[in-house]
């Protein structure tokens, strides 16, 4: 191979400084020097590592910083070229946001986009010796300001300034959480915030490539690619192959030319695979994928190499009307199967997104998604107020089998639409689309988040009969789905369907009644959605995450600064009063985790339980949300600092492929069984009526049948004996399956938690060691319920199981994965808590 000719990538990440651009009348004694910068990276992050912001995550200091966001920072880089490549071009993988790129003293370009990679051609521009690159970035929240002041003056589309709704973010496009959320902090930040490279390409490249599958009778697929290849000028004739082959698998290799010419030029490689293995959703078996290698080369030499994998399935969203034509589902069907999805809403995993795109961050996304498919998770949703993530998200949600529903980033405002915003928001979907849509685990493209719904019900702010973004969403994102990534589907906006966007009956909703709406969660047994994409309550973050932000005279419940780290815009004395409508009141920091954490595993679990009792009608539970980009009081169910909640927890159980749950009718309690699995499942199921001392009341058995993907009431309960002794009492139901598989149990209280009257549960505990961690064994004399096991210190654990009930009289174990400890650190760190 001769390497003059091989595309070549030549990392440009270190070397870089920065220094603000200072207003002409400003005092030179506070003017900052040039200052280290880390590429990838944001300005926020740069001035707390150089001393001159304090960390914004902590305290209340988020407040002190705004100034950053209003000034202007300057980036710039020197590198060294021995020969300057003659046909080479600078690529930026993300600048946030709007930035003016100077090349060795001339302008080079501006940007304007977050989401997207820009590239430059610099042949001819670049040196022998010292180049310079410099980025100067324009606060984003000034230049938005002057842009929705200039918009306004064309008159069609006035609406009133509103901060939350037709703010300046509507006019930037950058990520939206950026601009503070009811979950997030006020970061607009800036910078470059992926990778900077210079590709040289002396021949061709692979600019991109898409595959489409087709299912077979026989069991085979024929997968069908389009490789697209870009040559280097004067290179418009050279003879060119490209090669699709799958090398782990043994399928011949496919070769097709390349056709002459210069632009985008798109090679079909049609390649044949027998038994072919589906890719399926995570708890329907392996989601198998095929790695694959894509070649361009000249005459035997290889010019561009993709390394990558495909999956073969097929994903459809399917949206019938009812047979009483009242209503429209809203399901998703995978290989011909209805799944029903156990989700979790995905906002970005850090307040400055540069951040994931490190060795550390990249070690936060996995673990955050093996805790999510080890928890039963088969979708996410991308929400619409973030990113379009990076490359290593989707592939281990790919690898996961977790479907991803991905937003375009547009959320809860009014968007500028026609013109070059209308322009720019094609540019950026085709370059999202294309870079997204070979991952098997993209199951939907939606076109934003929540703004059809906000603009049926802020009329004060939308006088004009148009939603102001539609033409977005209506026209161009689709088109753009439908001309790059025909296979996928696509949908206006979440929630959206029927009549009112938010409707029970056709489409997916928000249940936002519950939480925003004022309600408890016991009104999620009212609602009868056919998707809930969106529903929630929140809870503090654990004691590791307070740690990270608090000094030690913040640690309590009603502090400032613990305040401050609650965005949920509800009165904090409502939030707490929600917990304590269930729950006894928090008295100290470890309270508050500890009972609102509880409130919400109860909240999430009471919705999941009743909507996957009524399969059928409903498809899918997406909660809000999976995890927490900085310590926050938030609805996630991991937190920032990566713990756990008691709702993670609870959602091993309630997103358990096979669920018993109980319903309260009266004086009876009914218990139903739902098998999300593929085979039909048949056991014993046991309903009692026990008092926490051991005696049982009440009991009934029966033998359950039910079919692959279904659900049915299978027992029912008498709770008249357990009147006067609510508080005393439990309802506890267990299913047996038949072939021997592990039994599958649920509680029901018949008093509020806070009243319960607990005898002394006799809990004994015990540590051993085991190959790779330790186990905690535990002994109940009688009920113990909400069992909290923690260890005090600085690394938390990892824990099988925890927030869970014991009986009378049982014993549980559960396996603790604590490196570094030993056995007596263990024993003397551990803190075990009940109600
Ligand atoms: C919905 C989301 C987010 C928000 C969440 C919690 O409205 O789309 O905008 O963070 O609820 O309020």
New binding site residues.
Partial sequence: MNPSEETTVLPLNTGWRFTEVRPPDSSPNTALPWMPATVPGHVHDDLARAGVIPDPFSRMQERGVGWVDETDWVYENTFTLETPPANAYLRFEGLDTIAEIELNGEPLANTDNMFVEHEFPVGGRLKAGENTLKVTFRSALRIGRERRAAYAKTGEDRLEDHRAVWGPRSFVRKAQYMYG???GPELVSCGIWKGVSLVSVPVARITDWKYDTVFNEDGSATVAFEVSVERAPGQEETPLTAAVSFPMHGIPRVLADVPAGLGRLAVPVKCYVSDAKRWVPNGSGNPERYRTLLELSTSGVALDVRHTSIGLRTVELVREPDADGKGECFKFRVNGKDVFIKGA?W?PAHSLPSRLDSYDGFQHLERVLTQARDGGINMVRV???GVYESVYFYRLCDSFGILVWQDFPY??AHYPDTGEYAEEARAEAMKAVRRLRNHPSLALWCGN??NQWLAAHWPKSTPNARVLGSHLYDEVLPEVVKQEDASTPYCPS?PFGGDEPNSQDAGDR?D?DV??GGGDYTKYLEDNSRFVS?F?FASSCGLKAWDSCLAPEDKHPYSDAVKWHNK??KKYEEYIGYTAAHFPEPRTLEDLVYYTQLNQAEALKCGVEHWRRHKGRCWGTIF??LEDCWPVQS?AVIDSAGEPKAAYYGMKRFYAPVLISLVRDGDVVRAHLTNDTNEPIRGKVTVRVESFIGERLEKEDAIAYIPANGTAEVDAVNIVCAEGREREVYVYARFRPEDGGPQIENYMFLAEPKELQMADPGLSVDVSVTGGGFVVTLGAKRFTPYIWLRLTGDEPGEWSDNHFHMRAGKETTVTLNAPGLSVEDVRSRLVVRHL
Avoid: L, R
Wanted: with cysteine; net charge negative; hydrophobic share 40%.
């Fill in positions: 959320w009811d979950w809403n906002i929400w619409g107020g959320a809860c988040n929540e979440s928000h936002w939480w925003h969106e929630g949920t815009g809000w949300q609805w």
